[in-house]
């Protein structure tokens, strides 16, 4: 077990916010945890678990121990008729799996390239992208009881996926409620990949794509590729911009709503669900009320993509988390007082 003490957290966060972890300890395996199951003075300290920090904001230093994820490796566990199952180990970067899928030849995460983050923190999130979200690939993960130390296996219904959540978002709050956080830490994640793959295009940015390239039929690394550019002229580069990628949730409202919105302002981007209702596209709605480039203190929207708020500080007068959260509330008040829709942020504020 490595354990650190009053260590910087400013290059562990992609906001780049600077604070500090009272402790900290580098989980490479179990052993790792259960060391510190067996430390009485660690078992004393509140726990953060933290993974590529690209889903957080601090708005100050943390107390108690943190928990930096860092179980690597990469390989194909096995195979179904159906599908490859691959495996990752929690602190692996998303995008090297993405990467790595598509060297060896197991297409189906290609739609979810770029997306920031560990591997970790993805079942967390569901994170998506594209028309594609974690759940629709996943097979599996393994996690620790961060009390008893025991080591099991959740399948996708035991994660109750939703869009952008899972039961390790929710505390637990009786005997029958599963909610995992706080409880628990994912070690290793396993996906299913499709071996009939079929392309996933119904995004209107895929849709460009296609049409100024004139593929029709693209195959999986053309569409890795696709979204990377789209990525990267959209979003920020972490290392060079401080963000946390997109801040709110796309929200959905029922058809009578999003008709209404749509009387009233012809132009809001909007996306028909399967289970009937609309997902509105948040950054439209945020650029709509006219954030897009603006800064409140040393946090701001940025100017290309009006869904994600950026760190505008510098060396001397840093960006703090209490701006960004001062930010993030008066978006949220000004998309509710104009469509009366209200915004949820996607990072968890620490």
């Not at 009053?6 to 500090?20: D, E, H, K, M, S």
Request: glycine share 10%.
């Amino acid at each position: 077990m490595i354990l650190e003490h009053n260590v910087p957290l400013q290059p562990y966060n992609t906001f780049g916010i600077a604070a500090r972890a009272e402790a900290l300890v580098r989980v490479r395996s179990e052993s790792d945890i259960h060391a510190v199951l067996k430390d009485v003075q660690l078992l004393k300290l509140p726990r953060q678990v933290l993974g590529g920090g690209s889903n957080i904001v601090l708005t100050g230093d943390v107390k108690g121990l943190v928990l930096k994820m860092e179980v690597a490796g990469l390989h194909l566990a096995g195979e179904t008729d159906k599908a490859w199952i691959v495996e990752a180990g929690a602190g692996e970067r998303w995008h090297d799996l993405v990467a790595w899928s598509l060297a060896h030849g197991y297409p189906g995460l290609e739609n979810m390239a770029l997306i920031p983050g560990t591997v970790g923190a993805s079942p967390v999130q569901n994170i998506g992208a594209y028309g594609v979200e974690l759940q629709d690939r996943f097979h599996e993960l393994d996690a620790m009881d961060l009390f008893t130390g025991e080591v099991f296996t959740l399948n996708a219904a035991q994660c109750g996926f939703g869009y952008r959540d899972s039961v390790f978002k929710h505390a637990s709050h009786g005997p029958e409620d599963l909610g995992l956080a706080g409880r628990a830490v994912i070690l290793r994640v396993r996906l299913a990949l499709p071996k009939k793959w079929k392309p996933e295009l119904g995004y209107l940015d895929l849709e460009r794509k296609m049409t100024e390239t004139g593929i029709a039929n693209p195959d999986a690394r053309t569409i890795f590729d696709w979204v990377c550019q789209i990525r990267s002229a959209k979003l920020p580069d972490p290392a060079v911009i401080g963000n946390a990628g997109s801040f709110f949730k796309n929200p959905t409202v029922t058809p009578e709503q999003c008709a209404d919105i749509i009387a009233r302002e012809p132009k809001v981007v909007h996306y028909p669900m399967p289970d009937g209702s609309v997902k509105l596209a948040a950054g439209w709605l945020i650029d709509a009320c006219g954030w897009k480039g603006k800064t409140v203190g040393h946090a701001g929207v940025y100017d290309k993509q009006a869904l994600v708020l950026v760190n505008r500080g510098t060396a001397e007068h840093p960006c703090t988390g209490g701006e960004v959260m001062t930010l993030a509330r008066a978006i949220q008040t000004s998309v509710y007082e104009r469509f009366g829709i209200r915004l949820e942020p996607e990072p968890v504020v620490i």
